[in-house]
C-alpha cells in the first residue's frame, strides 16, 4: 500500500519587534533614562555541560561568520529603557540542549569604591505562551578585593527532558550597598533543543532558534516514531520562512561551500541541495540523525530518460509547476523521505519517486532553458516522456545515492 503526504498549509510568522529609540540623554526623555546604579553585573559567562556554541552567519555571504564564546552578556556603558530593563552592548542567545544544567558566572561592576555588596540574582525562562520556569535564584553576601569584586558562579536547575523551546531568559539583579538597594532586569534569547545535535552537525544560531521555536513542546523519546513525529514538525515549520523572503530557484552558487545550511541562510533564494543541507541541519541540531537521499540521472540525452518531471505543485515560496530536472535531493529520517523544497512526505524512496515523479524524460538541457524559466519548461527540450511505472525500474527510473555530509 503506498503511503505518501503532502500539506498545503499558509502559516504567517508572527514576530514582537522591541525598539529602543537613542535620544539625548535628558530628565525629560521618556524612553532612555541614565543608569547611574553604583554597582551592576558587568558580564555573564554561560558554560556547563550541555551548553551548545554556534555560529551567526550572513545577512550576505561576504559577511564572516561569528563564533559564540562563552561571555553571552557585556555591559559597558548601558542604559535603562523605559520599561525598567537594562540594555546591554552585546547580548547573545544561550543554547543548552535538554536535561543541562547551566553555569553562569556573573561579573560584577562598579562605579566607585567598591564596598561589601549584599546580591540577589534570579532566572526565569518564559516560554512564548508565558509559561515560566524558574531557572535559578541565589543570594549571598561578597566583600571586594580592593576596588572590584570577585565572580559568583552559579548552577542552575536542570533543563527539561526531552523539550524544545525557544525561550526569554528573565534575570533580575539586586543590589544592597548600605542602605541603598538597586534593582535591574536583563532579557536573553535562550533556546533549548530536544536532544544535544548530532557530531558534525553544523551549528548556526536561526537554525538553533528556528527549530525549537516550531516544536515549543516536551515529547517523550520514543525511538524512531517520536524522531520522525518531530521531523514532520520541522518540514512543516519550513512555510513559516516564507514570510522572511526565503524561496525556491536558481541562484549564483558560491564556489567555496563549506555547507549548504549556511548557503540557504546567506542566500534567501537557493537550490535542493541548499534546502536539504539546511532541513539536515534543523534535524540533526535537535539530536535526530539523517541523510540526503540524491535521484540522479547521470549523463544528460536526446535518446533516453535523462530528466524527471514532476506533478504539478509548488516549490517553497513559489506558484505551483510542472518541473523539470535531471537530478533531485531530498532527506530521510529512519528511511522515510522528507523533501524541504515541496514539503512533501513518503514513507519510502519508491513511495516519494511515484508520487513525485509524474513522468521520465529525454532532455539534453540540463540548464531547463536558463534560469528564467527554472525547469519548468511544458513539454521537456525533446517533448519525449513517458509514464513513471511504480517503483524502481531498471534503465528508466534515476540512480538513487545517499550520503550524510553537508557539502
Known amino acids: 500500500m503506498l503511503s505518501y503526504t503532502r500539506y498545503f498549509i499558509q502559516v504567517v510568522l508572527a514576530s514582537v519587534i522591541l525598539a529602543a529609540f537613542f535620544a539625548a540623554c535628558d530628565d525629560d526623555d521618556p524612553v532612555k533614562k541614565d543608569f547611574s546604579d553604583p554597582v551592576f553585573t558587568k558580564s555573564i559567562d554561560f558554560t556547563g555541560e550541555g551548553r551548545i556554541y554556534y555560529k551567526k552567519t550572513g ?19 548601558g542604559y535603562l529603557d523605559s520599561e525598567g530593563f537594562l540594555n546591554a552592548e552585546y547580548s547573545e542567545m544561550a543554547a543548552y540542549c535538554s536535561d543541562s544544567s547551566p553555569i553562569l558566572t556573573f561579573t560584577f561592576g562598579s562605579k566607585e569604591a567598591a564596598v561589601e555588596m549584599d546580591y540577589s540574582l534570579k532566572g526565569t525562562l518564559y516560554t512564548k505562551t508565558g509559561e515560566s520556569l524558574e531557572l535559578f535564584n541565589t543570594s549571598g553576601t561578597v566583600t571586594p578585593d580592593g576596588t572590584s569584586y570577585p565572580d559568583i558562579e552559579v548552577e542552575a536547575n536542570p533543563l527539561p527532558t526531552a523539550t524544545a523551546h525557544f525561550y526569554t531568559l528573565e534575570i533580575e539583579h539586586t543590589f544592597t550597598v548600605g542602605s541603598e538597594t538597586y534593582t535591574q532586569t536583563t532579557l536573553h534569547e535562550f533556546a533549548q533543543v530536544w536532544r544535544c545535535p548530532i557530531p558534525g552537525t553544523p551549528l548556526y544560531k536561526r537554525i538553533i532558534m528556528w527549530g525549537s521555536d516550531w516544536l515549543s513542546g516536551q515529547y517523550e523519546d520514543l525511538g524512531e516514531p517520536t524522531e520522525n513525529e518531530l521531523a514532520e514538525k520541522l518540514l512543516l515549520g519550513m512555510y513559516n520562512l516564507e514570510p522572511l523572503g526565503y524561496r525556491y530557484g536558481p541562484f549564483p552558487r558560491p564556489s567555496n561551500i563549506i555547507d549548504r545550511a549556511e548557503v540557504f541562510l546567506d542566500f534567501k533564494q537557493s537550490a535542493c541541495g541548499e534546502f536539504r543541507g539546511f532541513y539536515m541541519a534543523l534535524t540533526e541540531t535537535q539530536g535526530i540523525d539523517s541523510n540526503w537521499l540524491w535521484f540522479w540521472f547521470r549523463y544528460p540525452s536526446s ?5 524527471y518531471q514532476t506533478i504539478d505543485i509548488p516549490a517553497l515560496g513559489r506558484d505551483s509547476y510542472v518541473w523539470r530536472y535531471s537530478d533531485h535531493i531530498v532527506v530521510q529520517v529512519n528511511g522515510k523521505v522528507y523533501d524541504p523544497t515541496y514539503i512533501v512526505m513518503a514513507e519510502t524512496p519508491d513511495d516519494y519517486e511515484d508520487y513525485m515523479f509524474a513522468s521520465f524524460c529525454y532532455g539534453e538541457d540540463t540548464a531547463c532553458g536558463g534560469s528564467n524559466s527554472w525547469c519548468t519548461i511544458p513539454d521537456g527540450p525533446q517533448g519525449i516522456c513517458t509514464e513513471n511505472h511504480p517503483g524502481y525500474v531498471e534503465g528508466e527510473s534515476p540512480l538513487r545515492f545517499t550520503g550524510e555530509d553537508y557539502h
Open 59 to 77: 545577512p550576505t555571504w561576504d559577511d564572516p561568520n561569528v563564533e559564540v564564546n562563552e561571555n553571552l552578556f557585556f555591559l559597558t556603558d
Open 303 to 307: 535518446e533516453a530518460y535523462s530528466m
